[in-house]
């Protein structure tokens, strides 16, 4: 081992070197991944996760889906890191893999292929809260296409050429989106 380097182990796989508390880039983690290396898919599941939850949970709206593209999404990664290029950012292609396992999932879900779990949870009345689900419905009464671009710019603070890349379409529809998207939510807000 090169000196000033430490090694992160987990159990049953190999170690993720990094240099003097630098942690290792996604790209060299997705390279370490296609080897087969656990440790670094583990870290870059916990660098990524809460992201791909959220951005899934923006599409499908219900946790539980959410939850399952989440996991989907991961185990494609550990089996399509050998095959990535490196033609976009790695969180691009991740969120890719998960904006297409999410509209398969709805797709099954409108078809009957699964059983749709009834949400039980009844919300706070506090000031935030009501606020909050103003927000969750004004967001309700956009189109998918709108909520999705809302997400990504805003929740997941992507530029308006990464978003491009995510959804495969021009950064021009990008801006028209966002455009119309704010301007319903300020109608629906008001």
């Known amino acids: 081992m090169a000196i000033g380097l ?4 987990s159990a049953n796989s190999e170690p993720v070197m990094q240099d003097h508390g630098t942690e290792k880039s996604d790209e060299e983690l997705l390279a370490l991944i296609g080897a087969g290396n656990q440790s670094a898919f583990h870290t870059l599941f ?3 996760a ?3 939850l959220r951005y899934a949970l923006s599409i499908v709206r219900r946790r539980h ?3 399952d593209v989440l996991q989907e999404t991961m185990l494609a990664v550990w089996n399509g890191a050998k095959r990535f290029k490196g ?5 691009t292609w991740i969120l890719g893999i998960a904006r297409n396992l999410s509209h398969n999932l709805l797709r099954k879900e409108r078809k009957g292929d699964r059983m749709p779990e009834v949400d039980t949870t009844l919300p706070d009345p506090s000031e935030q809260t009501l606020r909050a689900l103003q927000v969750e419905r004004a ?3 956009l189109t998918e296409a709108h909520r999705e671009v809302l997400h990504l710019v805003y929740y997941e603070e992507m530029s308006i050429a990464e978003v491009a890349d995510v ?3 021009p950064e021009g529809t ?6 119309h998207a704010r301007k319903a939510l300020a109608k629906e807000l008001l």
Do not use: G, N, Q, Y
């Not at 430490?6 to 182990?9: C, F, K, L, T």
């Not at 990008?174 to 455009?179: A, G, N």
């Open 6 to 9: 430490r090694m992160e182990e």
């Open 46 to 48: 916990r660098r990524h």
């Open 50 to 52: 809460d992201r791909v």
């Open 65 to 67: 889906l959410a939850e």
């Open 87 to 91: 033609r976009s950012k790695p969180t």
């Open 139 to 141: 967001l309700a009464t």
């Open 167 to 169: 959804l495969a379409i």
């Open 174 to 179: 990008v801006k028209s989106r966002m455009f």
